[in-house]
């Protein structure tokens, strides 16, 4: 026997394969694609140990699986793979469908040929005056009846099976793309998700004034660390993603894009409109009386900086941050607590 036959996958082993693969290839932000899905497919597999090793020890690392970075490992790992087997690869990820589409063709193969022998049955009834004969022809009938209502039973039996496995599997890749797409600590989206949906807008955006950012950062958080620790801090991070969380709606997307950083994009809203929520999640957030759980003692106040900036079709969307970014700095010099329009660029609100 060869070596490639004693490392043939049977189809449930695929299958199994294939429910561990997708969820870790989502979890680490790597796109399913047919050469990416191969190297992970043998990761999971752990058939060759210095795959295994590389690709752990990036995990490990935590990082980034760029494009450049998945290319390389395929070069490296799964380019010598043969054609056939690589198409074998590709195709499991449609197995559990394909396998559903087969066990309906074949009941219906079955019911087809039911529907024969029943038309059979009866013309050969009608003909027939012999009653033995006529009982020989039930007989057969019932014998394919009980044929029928098994293979039933069995697609009946094997559809719930399938239908389970491929439900729990959507289930576990929604998880995993919550996951990544989220910030664990907030509950916000991440910075990823964030620059997602600024490239979307960005691209569906045609007017100025249609599109508008806010960066806001909380004021001296370093001294509310060092002063109260990270447990506390952590505490007033969640608390101004509750107040962003108030403070959007519809196509709104608040996320936090690092640290005690945070930004809001607000599709649909020039500065005018963008500046009044930036106001009132400033005001919101120094009007509150925090205090720590623990032993009731007020944390003191908590202000925020905010740097607004309009979005200006066709330029780059790292410039719209940019320029957000700087309103931001200018708060911060100006005295913090205070919220800063970018005026390179102009807009109208359409928000109420």
Known sequence: ????????????????????????????????????????????????????????????????????????????????????????????????????????????????????????????VQRSSNLDDIKELLRSLVDETRTMRRSTQLLHEHLEAKSQEIALLQEELEQER???????????????????????????????????????????????NDTHGHLIGDRVIRFLAQVLQQHIKGQDLAARYGGEEFVVLLPRTGLRGASAVAEQIRQAMGEAK??????????????????VAAYQPGEDPMDLVNRADQALYRSKQGGRNKVTVDMDATGISNRA
């Open 1 to 124: 026997m060869t070596s490639e036959k004693k490392n043939e996958v049977s189809p449930e082993q695929s299958a199994e394969l294939l429910r561990l693969t997708l969820p870790m290839m989502a979890q680490h932000n790597v796109p399913v694609t047919p050469r990416n899905y191969a190297v992970w497919f043998e990761f999971v597999r752990g058939e060759n140990p210095e795959l295994k090793a590389e690709l752990q020890s990036l995990i490990d690392a935590n990082a980034a699986f760029t494009p450049q970075l998945n290319e390389k490992l395929f070069e490296k790992y799964a380019a010598e793979c043969n054609v056939e087997q690589f198409l074998k690869i590709r195709s499991e990820m449609n197995d559990l469908m394909d396998d559903v589409a087969g066990s309906l063709q074949e009941v219906g193969s079955e019911a087809q040929r039911f529907g024969g022998h029943l038309d059979g049955v009866v013309e050969d």
């Open 178 to 224: 919550k996951r990544a797409s989220t910030d664990p600590l907030t509950g916000l989206a991440n910075r990823r998700s964030f620059t997602e949906a600024l490239a979307h807008h960005g691209a569906d955006t045609n007017q100025p004034g249609e599109l508008s950012l806010l960066m806001i950062d909380i004021d001296h958080f370093k001294e509310v």
């Open 290 to 307: 925090l205090v720590r759980s623990d032993n009731k003692q007020p944390l003191g106040r908590i202000t925020v900086s905010i740097g």
